[in-house]
């Protein structure tokens, strides 16, 4: 009796952290399981997505307020398409620039949200996009002499 009570409670304790140790793992890796739903996804097109990946932030004003969601190329152009969180509100004349953390940090897309009247649907376009800096290619253009 006294030992199927302690089997119990240790049964327990084990069921509780393989469910802390999941909800951890979903958390961690940004996954959306839980409460990931009624995002609004938004798609801009850049001359260049270099360093960008699928789950990098999306900041505006250094608050991140989605993540990128899939990368694909539309002729000689990438097509980013990234989820903001409900509530975050895009205009017509929204600027998404590609940034870097640091000197060599992660890169991320950073919104600026923009002030027109007209809203951007769910599905819509930023039309105007800044990319990213090459550090590879400004580097190559330096040493060989290219600079502009």
Do not use: W
């Not at 409900?86 to 000197?103: H, Q």
């Amino acid at each position: 009796m006294n030992n199927t009570k302690l089997e119990l409670i240790v049964g327990v304790f084990v069921l509780a952290g393989i469910a802390a140790l999941t909800y951890m793992a979903v958390k961690l890796g940004k996954l959306e399981v839980i409460g990931g739903g009624n995002q609004t996804e938004i798609h801009a097109e850049f001359d260049s997505a270099t360093g960008l990946k699928t789950g990098s932030t999306v900041e505006i004003a250094g608050v991140q307020v989605g993540q990128v969601k899939k990368i694909e190329l539309n002729g000689e152009r990438a097509v980013v398409s990234f989820s903001v969180k409900p509530g975050v509100k895009l205009y017509g004349d929204s600027i998404a620039s590609i940034k870097t953390r640091g000197l060599i940090g992660d890169k991320y897309v950073s919104i600026s949200p923009g002030g027109s009247q007209k809203e951007l649907p769910p599905g819509g376009k930023i039309r105007e996009t800044e990319s990213g800096l090459d550090f590879e290619k400004a580097i190559s253009e330096f040493i060989h002499g290219n600079v502009k």
